[in-house]
């Protein structure tokens, strides 16, 4: 692997971001046909917002994700579970999306299934959507000296790090992090590999 690869490799993280919306929606018998509505807001992150919706079109069950940033939302996970007023799961539906484009929706659960709206106890469907959001963060973009450059300096700190250390006189015993790897060394074994 290439220092290229190893620097572009430490300054990029990846994260994700979980949300839980729970959306009770009370007569449901008396929605009209043909229309939708718009659910609990979600930020994905701090300038960046959505939210879910629901609609009724001819025989189907229709619930979307909206983006309302200007931002493109990367690899998206959804659950989406329909619950009775009781908590007894209608029905559930998963998918994975890669993007979601600034401005756009994507469908999360598309059934032909009235017939559950139309025996709902209570008449009141409550739906449980679960979503995670995956993003690539570049933390920092490096200048990468030269090899020559490289390994002076880098060599030059390293020795003056370890000298420090080894003229520390609380503890004796040091811990080294490179990348996920923990390197365990004893202040006597490094004066040792030192003379």
């Known amino acids: 692997m290439s220092r290229e690869e190893i620097v572009k490799k430490v300054v990029t993280r990846v994260t994700a971001k979980v949300e839980r919306i729970k959306w009770t929606i009370q007569e449901v018998s008396q929605l009209l046909e043909n229309s939708t509505f718009a659910g609990p807001e979600i930020y994905y992150e701090k300038t960046c917002m959505g939210h879910i919706s629901f609609g009724k079109v001819t025989n189907n069950i229709l619930i979307k994700l909206h983006n309302k940033s200007n931002k493109t939302i990367r690899m998206i996970k959804s659950k989406v579970v329909l619950l009775d007023c ?13 993007t979601l484009e600034r401005k756009q929706n994507v469908s999360l659960m ?3 299934q009235r017939g559950v709206l139309n025996s709902l106890k209570d008449d009141k469907l409550i739906i449980d959507c679960c979503l995670k959001f995956v993003r690539e963060v570049v933390l920092k973009s490096l200048r990468l000296p030269d090899d020559a450059e490289y390994q002076k300096e880098n060599g030059k700190k390293v020795l003056k790090d370890l000298m420090k250390m080894y003229n520390n006189p609380d503890g004796s015993d040091f811990t080294f992090q490179v990348g996920n790897d ?11 590999r030192s003379e």
Not at 86 to 98: I, M, V, W
Not at 182 to 188: D, L
């Open 86 to 98: 009781d908590g007894k799961k209608l029905r559930e539906e998963e998918n994975e999306f890669h």
């Open 110 to 112: 598309i059934k032909n």
């Open 182 to 192: 923990f390197i365990y060394a004893h202040k006597t074994v490094l004066s040792f």
